[in-house]
Structure formats: structure tokens, C-alpha cells
């Protein structure tokens, strides 16, 4: 499991390159879970 806080400060390109081992699987599941949190865009 990976938690990301604060993701609305990483850059688009760091999160891709996150989020791309949860694409892999593991007998049928993903390798881990990714999850991010922030606060929303605001205006």
C-alpha cells in the first residue's frame, strides 16, 4: 500500500509515474493500492 498526502502539490508526471506498478497484478489482483489524498482545486 502506498498513501500519498498532499498529492495536489506532485506534478502530473510524478503521479503517472506512481500510479504505474498498480498496474501489475498478482494472481488476478493489483501488486498494491494507491492512495492519494489532498485537498480539491479550489476556484
Do not use: N
Not at 502506498?2 to 502530473?12: G, K, R, T
Request: aromatic residues 6%; proline residues 9%; glycine residues 4%.
Amino acid at each position: 500500500m502506498l498513501i500519498c498526502d498532499e498529492a495536489q502539490d506532485v506534478a502530473v508526471p510524478v503521479l503517472e509515474e506512481i500510479r504505474l506498478p498498480t498496474a501489475f497484478d498478482r494472481d488476478g489482483r493489483p501488486a498494491f493500492a494507491l492512495f492519494l489524498s489532498g485537498h480539491p482545486a479550489c476556484c
